[in-house]
């Protein structure tokens, strides 16, 4: 939502969304704010926790069914499988998602691919759909005073309009933009060390027809799944900010990462709020 300073500061119960690529300090952020007074939401733990839970889960039980030895065990009930999702460590997620590539070297088909990424779409659509119910829930059944919406990297891809106006009309927008100086960072570490992610449909099916041709391949399944994310995460990364920026210009404020980095604490964070709404009134 858009506000004037004034209002800003005499907001008493302030509702704030995250919006930036994964590197940018959100979490750490959220992490130096008040805990007792400020309630976390991770877009990311919803997620997983209540709409990819089953996927997920069926996903694990399908490789471990592979094994005769834990196959006969889970078809006798003698064990049974649950996540681990934290906060902290949102690795299942990751696992579902998956890499394109070649199966016999962990990669997935292209259809199974699409197919863990449309349920990807709708999760995170839903997930940010709850910030309302859960900004409600924080408050009256919790008693927080504030809520931080630590939104996934990839909503500026959900090309859902509503999410978006659900999120401006109940929460103040706040885009943190990543300096030059760090995005040279964050694309060198997502390339060393290549993890599974959200792409747009339209995005994956234009990008992996250059990275075939450029490759020669005929498929997908000929593709080392690693090289193809390493290959294509700064590609998707360029392809965001304008994204993330167009949000924030229509809806919300920017805030650079450096800054947000250095706060220490809900002071230094609230001013920074305030700072960019005055620049930007």
């Known amino acids: 939502m858009k506000m004037s300073p004034q209002q800003f500061l005499d907001w008493e119960s302030k509702s704030i969304t995250l919006l930036a690529m994964s590197g940018a300090g959100k ?22 926790t209540k709409y990819l839970e089953e996927p997920i889960l069926d996903n694990i039980k399908q490789q471990a069914m592979d094994v005769p030895f834990l196959r006969n065990l889970l078809l006798t009930d003698s064990i049974y499988i649950c996540n681990n999702i934290t906060v902290n460590n949102l690795a299942p997620i990751s696992s579902f998602l998956g890499k394109l ?4 070297i962990g990669g997935l088909p292209l259809k199974e ?18 910030v309302p119910e859960f900004i409600e829930k924080a408050e009256n ?9 630590d939104a996934g990297g990839s909503v500026c891809e959900l090309d859902s309009p509503e999410v978006i106006q659900t999120l401006a009309e ?20 997502a390339k060393s060390d290549p993890k599974p992610l ?3 449909e339209s995005f994956l099916d234009e990008k992996l027809a250059e990275f075939l041709a450029l490759k020669q391949f005929d498929d ?4 080392v799944p690693d090289e193809f994310v390493s290959w294509v995460f700064p590609e998707l ?10 949000i924030a210009d229509q809806f919300g404020y920017t805030v650079s990462a450096e800054d947000i980095g250095h706060a220490e604490g809900e002071n230094d964070f609230l001013q920074l709020v305030y700072d960019a709404i005055v620049k930007q009134s």
């Open 141 to 149: 059944i919790y008693g927080y005073k504030h809520f931080l919406n």
């Open 220 to 223: 997908a399944d000929a593709i």
């Open 27 to 48: 979490t750490t952020l959220a992490n130096k704010l008040p805990k007792d007074k400020w309630f976390h939401y991770s877009g990311d733990y919803r997620i997983g």
């Open 113 to 130: 691919f699409k197919r863990r990424q449309a349920l990807h779409h709708q999760a995170e659509v839903n997930a940010m759909s709850d």
């Open 198 to 200: 959200y792409y747009r």
């Open 170 to 189: 109940h929460t103040l927008i706040l885009y943190i933009q990543i300096p030059a100086q760090m995005e040279h960072t964050i694309i060198q570490r």
């Open 237 to 246: 990364f360029q392809s965001r900010l304008p994204r993330y920026q167009a």
């Open 101 to 104: 590539g070649d199966p016999a």
